[in-house]
């Protein structure tokens, strides 16, 4: 069985650009989150997606935004790139949008210069 | 504030070398504590989650604990592919609309040679 796919996985930005990212969620998984990874931090939440719908928002600056389609993918879109940004970005699924397991993807590394 | 903390923050072993991984967190209303292993460049591999003190989980050379204030990941007799970064994370209770986000530690950084 297919896991979490994301894309891209490596891609390399200037400062002011946008970028968007795609995610796949495991089959039969209807809930999308999304978090970043900065390099030797651990993964800090952005989004949660159930059903369509947001169910949570981190700590994120409103540049970042985030919907979920009905075959349940999802796409994380950043504006106006600053340097900060430079990170991994993870998208995790799960079967609910309540407690339970993450499954998370190999990630997208995006790097801004 | 919602906070865990993870010990050491990098660990190195021999192989066969048995140790312990600490995890202590402080949350309004745990729900469930989840272990992971990172490898470099790669998202996080699932290992356990546990929802209650008392709780243990193995799996191969690893066991998982979890009391009210901590979590211990040990591992016995490890070897090099253990080598990783270990990361435990929180999901809390009724945190507004939003019950299944994680709150991650900093992760134990884990050298394992031969």
């Known amino acids: 069985d297919a896991g979490v796919t994301q894309s891209p996985t490596h891609l390399i930005k200037t400062r002011g650009q946008h970028v968007t990212l795609r995610c796949s969620p495991i089959?039969?998984?209807?809930?999308v989150s999304w978090y970043q990874q900065v390099l030797g931090q651990g993964p800090q939440f952005i989004f949660q997606y159930y059903e369509k719908e947001e169910r949570g928002r981190g700590n994120f600056p409103d540049r970042f935004s985030a919907r979920q389609f009905p075959n349940y993918s999802s796409e994380l879109n950043v504006n106006a790139l600053l340097l900060g940004d430079s990170a991994l970005y993870l998208c995790?699924?799960?079967?609910?949008?309540?407690?339970?397991?993450?499954?998370f993807g190999e990630g997208s590394r995006l790097t801004v210069l | 504030e919602d906070q865990v903390t993870q010990s050491p923050e990098a660990l190195r072993l021999q192989e066969g070398e048995s140790s312990s991984l600490n995890c202590s967190y402080t949350v309004s209303g745990l729900r469930g504590l989840f272990w992971y292993r990172q490898d470099p460049g790669k998202g996080p591999e699932f290992l356990f989650t546990l929802y209650s003190a008392g709780e243990e989980k193995e799996k191969e050379r690893l066991k998982a604990t979890l009391t009210k204030k901590e979590s211990f990941l040990h591992i016995t007799a490890p070897k090099p592919e253990d080598s990783a970064t270990y990361l435990c994370a929180v999901q809390r209770q009724n945190y507004g609309g939003s019950q299944g986000n994680l709150i991650f530690g900093k992760g134990t950084k884990l050298s394992v040679k031969p």
């Open positions: 089959s039969g998984h209807k809930s």
């Open positions: 995790a699924s799960s079967l609910t949008g309540g407690a339970g397991e993450l499954f």
